[in-house]
């Protein structure tokens, strides 16, 4: 990484907890790390997988359920235009073309029991101003629930000219067993045509593909990459433990109009992503922003949304 991320304390985790009407929940955060989620249990089952061995290895492969801001997932090249600007993202001289700049950011946490809030000021003498020179505040806000957890996000722009805003969060959730035995549902009609991972603008029913999960899919012989959109109103997407007798219900207001599925044959997780645009949507302004979803925060203005994992009995 640019800088050394796993000095001490570093990957220390702090844990919230609450037992509502009968239900234990607890999760667990990295203010020290992006404000990275590495613990989602309810009633005793962990629903969240974080590998540290794999962080160390490979730092972009955060694990646990990590926070891609400005731009979700890839950018081509690193690189947009906007308002006549070349904005390169680069932090401490490092070119980052994956997960945004701040997975690796300390930020500063308030919590209570069972809440945390952490936010993050983004000023000109931070390290994200370099790849991302727009004055704000990040602010995450993350309550328990009935069996769940609300998990809120807001960015306020306190510079003097508009800003390229996107949010996403990137979720590896665990497969506590076999493949065959989780299946998963995403409300989306169409896919974004992608150039080795990266959109192009263009986009695709998903109907008669193999990339339609509106009906729910089993993970056995699973292996896919892919971004997509078109969300059935606010239906939510869903992750089904048959062996479990539970599903994970995951909802998330309108402003994350894209939703990235990605899982391995053989791997132990499978991430479902809810993003504010499509990826590398700072490289295609031209193109309708309610496919990419694109979005522009005015001086003095916020952008903000919600989303909210519940485990419930099937």
Not at 152 to 159: A, L, P
Request: negative net charge; contains cysteine.
């Amino acid at each position: 990484m640019a800088r050394d991320i796993f000095k001490d304390g570093t990957l220390d985790i702090h844990y919230i907890r609450a037992n509502l009407n009968g239900h234990e929940v607890v999760a667990g955060l990295q203010p020290n790390c992006g404000a990275n989620l590495v613990s989602f249990v309810v009633d005793g089952v962990e629903y969240l997988h974080y590998d540290p061995q794999l962080l160390r290895t490979d730092p972009a492969r955060m694990t646990g359920a990590f926070v891609m801001f400005p731009t979700p997932c890839r950018v081509r090249d690193g690189e947009y235009r906007f308002e006549g600007r070349l904005i390169t993202q680069r932090k401490a001289g490092r070119l980052y073309t994956i997960h945004g700049l701040v997975r690796d950011e300390a930020f500063t946490l308030t919590a209570s029991n069972s809440a945390a809030r952490l936010q993050l000021d983004i000023t000109p003498d931070h390290p994200v101003y370099e790849g991302f020179p727009f004055p704000g505040r990040l602010a995450l806000t993350m309550q328990l629930a009935d069996c769940g957890l609300v998990y809120t996000f807001s960015f306020h722009n306190r510079g003097e000219r508009a800003a390229p805003v996107a949010f996403g969060l990137h979720p590896w959730w665990r497969i506590p067993g076999r493949r065959e035995d989780v299946s998963i549902t995403i409300p989306c009609e169409l896919s974004m045509v992608a150039d080795k991972l990266i959109p192009t603008g263009q986009v695709r029913q998903v109907a008669q593909t193999g990339l339609d999960f509106r009906l729910g899919r089993a993970l056995d012989g699973l292996e896919v990459d892919a971004v997509l959109t078109g969300r059935t109103g606010l239906a939510p997407a869903i992750i089904e433990y048959r062996d479990l007798s539970r599903r994970l219900v995951i909802d998330a207001d309108d402003v994350f109009s894209h939703q990235v599925v990605y899982t391995k044959t053989d791997a132990p997780f499978v991430c479902v992503e809810s993003l504010t645009c499509a990826p590398n949507a700072v490289n295609l302004q031209s193109f309708d922003p309610a496919v990419t979803g694109f979005r522009v925060v005015q001086a003095g203005s916020t952008l903000s949304g919600t989303i909210r994992f519940t485990v419930e009995d099937t």
